[in-house]
């Protein structure tokens, strides 16, 4: 008569280690694949209209000789110090930590096309597949722990149930040393596809080398002590091995980085460090070459950020005056401006800047909007309109572009327009509640059918999902 009720908590028991586990395996996916809403998830995104630029023309041969060139793969910037790169759905986020460590844009290009191999090898699908198999696995070891733990305890023998724990633990561990197997794996497949990646592009691999060597490094002075089948990823020295054979048979082994192009890694190195890291930081990027371009452009921005304002014009005005059609030169200098309240000068170089912009950034525009906002005239307004709906055509969801976007509505007495600018701002910030608040406030006012009351309605109607895809 016990046996039934003893049956009943080794399914227990059963039931609370098969979801140990399996929180254990989602915790893994996770890491393969945060949803598109991860900006509102908390990850400290950073946007800047030329490192994205840079960081795009980077990746844009990578992503061709990947087959990725028409796949919409985004490029998303992380606030983070740390040396990393990964990839979730079709975004790639790149720390500027890395951007900056980065001395060379090879460094940067072999990043990019480590992650492209895993995107282009579908790895992310293929681990969520491995996952499930390990799930599988790990429920079936547990099974058969418990009808050993059942059996031990029908017939009083501790030996044979402390042998049914020990098959569900050792179930656990073979399926989480499986998905770890799997994964070093990948990052090998991903590896060997960078190197014919910057083949195909004419690109040598010593970047790739220099960064894992950063990584070995790392670990020897850290003095950490890895079980190498406890990780995700090969070991280091593992990983320079396998490679190094191919970079160094590669016939574009010994090709270095056009000037112009280390030239705008070495500016944008010294703005993310101005604007993140400090003026230590700048300093000592500017102690290699203080008279180089890269060093003026981290001076001024370091006089505009932390100095006289009027300095950093003139500072600007040198730079200009060397690269006059430099749209980030315009840029810097409509954010002095606006900073001094010149907001109709600041509109006039920001102008500069967006017809001068070969990437075409939304954010330069929305930056123009914003100055004529400033400006505050009716005219001005309605300019300012135009322009953040072109910066909003250009980068969807960019939700500050939204909130601005409806101050100026607001300012025309365009009231529907602007509710569900604000609506768009909710939603691209994730905050669906107001989001569809605002969505019906602007439906209530708009035309049915109409583009407008439309978009109201698939906000109104949509439903965030947190399932893995």
Same mark, same amino acid.
């Given at each position: ?11 227990? +028991? @059963?039931?609370?280690?098969?979801r ?6 989602? #915790? ?13 998830? *908390? ?16 990746? &844009? ?20 110090q ?25 460094e @940067?290009?072999?990043? @990019? ?5 895993h995107?282009?090898? *579908?790895?992310q ?5 491995? =996952? ?24 009083n ?29 990948e990052?090998i497949?991903?590896?060997r596809?960078?190197i ?5 592009? *004419?690109?040598?691999?010593m970047? %790739?080398?220099?960064?894992? !060597?950063?990584?070995?490094?790392a670990?020897? =002075? ?6 190498p ?20 048979a ?15 890694? /070495?500016m944008m &190195? ?7 890291? *400090?003026?230590?930081?700048?300093? &000592? ?6 008279t180089s371009?890269?060093s ?6 370091q ?6 304002? !009027? ?6 005005? #040198? ?21 001094v309240?010149?907001?109709? /000068? #600041? ?15 939304? =954010? ?6 914003q ?10 307004v ?13 980068? +969807?969801?960019? #939700?500050?572009a939204? &909130? ?12 529907p327009?602007a509710?569900?600018?604000?609506a ?15 969505a %019906? ?6 035309k ?15 439903t965030p999902?947190?399932? =893995?895809?």
């Open positions: 008569m016990l046996s039934r009720p003893r049956t009943m908590i080794a399914r227990s +028991k @059963i039931a609370r280690t098969a140990g586990f399996a929180t254990f395996l989602l #915790a893994a996916a996770v890491a393969v694949s945060a949803s598109v809403n991860a900006f509102a998830q *908390g990850v400290p995104v950073v946007r800047d209209a030329e490192i994205e630029a840079l960081v795009r023309d980077y990746a &844009r041969p990578i992503f061709k000789a990947a087959g990725l060139a028409n796949d919409g793969i985004d490029i998303v910037l992380v606030n983070d740390s040396f990393n790169a990964f990839v979730t759905g079709r975004r790639l986020f790149i720390n500027t930590g890395a951007l900056v460590a980065a001395e060379t844009p090879n @940067i290009i072999g990043v @990019i096309a480590h992650e492209a191999g995107i282009a090898g *579908g790895h699908q293929k681990l969520r597949d491995q =996952l499930d198999r390990a799930k599988t696995m790990a429920i079936i070891a547990t099974l058969l722990g418990a009808g050993a733990m059942v059996a031990g305890a029908t017939t023998s501790r030996g044979l149930a402390g042998a049914g724990m020990g098959v569900a633990a050792g179930g656990g561990e073979m399926a989480q040393r499986s998905i770890l197997a799997y994964q070093r794996g990052e497949t991903a590896d596809s960078a014919t990646y910057l083949n195909a592009t *004419g690109q040598s691999g970047g %790739m080398l220099k960064t894992f !060597g950063r990584f070995q490094s670990l020897s =002075l850290s003095g950490t002590q890895l079980d089948y406890r990780i995700s990823h090969p070991m280091p020295q593992e990983r320079i091995a396998n490679l190094e054979a191919l970079v160094k590669s016939p574009y082994v010994d090709n270095v980085d056009p000037p112009t192009l280390q030239q705008r890694h /070495d &190195r010294i703005k993310i460090a101005a604007y993140m890291q *400090g003026q230590a930081a700048v300093s &000592r990027l500017m102690r290699k070459n203080p371009l890269a003026r452009y981290g001076d001024a921005q006089t505009y950020l932390y100095g006289n304002p !009027g300095a950093a014009l003139t500072k600007t005005a #040198a730079l200009i005056k060397e690269q006059p059609k430099n749209p980030y030169f315009q840029e810097l200098r409509g954010d002095i401006l606006m900073k309240n010149k907001p109709k /000068d #600041a509109a006039d170089a920001y102008a500069k800047a967006v017809s001068l912009d070969p990437a075409r950034s939304g =954010l330069l525009m929305v930056s123009l909007g100055a004529l906002m400033a400006v505050g005239t009716p005219d001005s309605k300019k300012a309109v135009t322009q953040l709906n072109n910066g909003i055509g250009r980068d +969807k969801e960019n #939700a500050e939204y &909130r601005y976007l409806a101050q100026a509505y607001g300012e025309l007495g365009q009231i327009a509710d569900l600018a604000t768009e701002g909710h939603f691209y910030s994730a905050d669906y509640k107001n989001a569809k608040i605002f %019906m406030r602007a439906q209530q006012k708009l049915r059918g109409e583009p407008g009351w439309l978009r109201a309605q698939d906000i109104i109607n949509y999902s947190n399932k =893995l895809k």
